[in-house]
Structures are given as C-alpha cells and as structure tokens.
C-alpha cells in the first residue's frame, strides 16, 4: 500500500490516496494512475470520462503493452462491488517489479 500511495496518492500529480486494495481501486482510476505514473507514454486523464471498466481496461491492457505486466485479472475483476483483496494484491505486485 506504501509503494502504491508513493506513486500516486498525495503529493504526486495524481493525488489519489489509497487506504485499501477493495473498495478504492472500483473507479479505474487508481489503475489509470498507476500506469500512467510508471509511463510516460499512457496518460490517465485521457480515460477520466471513460467507464470505469472502460478506464480499468485501458490500463490494463497499456499495462500489458508498454509495461510488460500480464493481464491476470480482467477488467470486471477490477471494477467489482467485490474485489478480491488478494487477487488484487497479488496483480498489483506486478507492478512493484519494475
């Protein structure tokens, strides 16, 4: 949670503090912002009007393109009423990698 909130929670351009690996990550935001602060090539606030799967999606799968990371969950895993914290967790840690 730590590496998440130094990349994109307060103080970073996209301010997006994060306090769980649930509820908070059901917008797509956090995932747009995610990619988008370890590339420079996928900007988030290009998805801000998108769905959320839609948003979810398109970072997802920027991920996988310019990030290397696999799509291990889809995109309705992401934007779920019930995300599962520790699939969640365990895809997030992909990113950490880099």
């Known amino acids: 949670m ?3 909130n130094e990349k994109i929670g307060r103080g970073t351009q996209f301010s997006l503090h994060t306090r769980n ?3 908070d990550w059901h ?6 912002a995610l990619v988008s602060s370890l590339t420079d090539t996928f900007n988030w606030r290009d998805y ?10 398109a970072a997802m799968l920027a991920a996988d393109d310019r990030l290397n990371i696999p ?3 889809l995109p309705s895993h992401i934007v779920a ?7 969640y967790l365990s895809f997030s840690s992909l990113f950490c990698a880099l």
Do not use: M, N
Not at 48 to 57: C, E, K, Y
Not at 81 to 87: H, K, P, Q, T
């Open 27 to 32: 917008s797509g935001l956090r995932i747009a």
């Open 21 to 23: 690996f649930t509820t």
């Open 71 to 73: 799509t291990v969950l």
């Open 2 to 4: 730590d590496w998440v």
């Open 48 to 57: 801000i009007d998108f769905t959320p799967f839609d948003r979810a999606g």
């Open 81 to 87: 009423e019930e995300l599962d914290e520790l699939r």
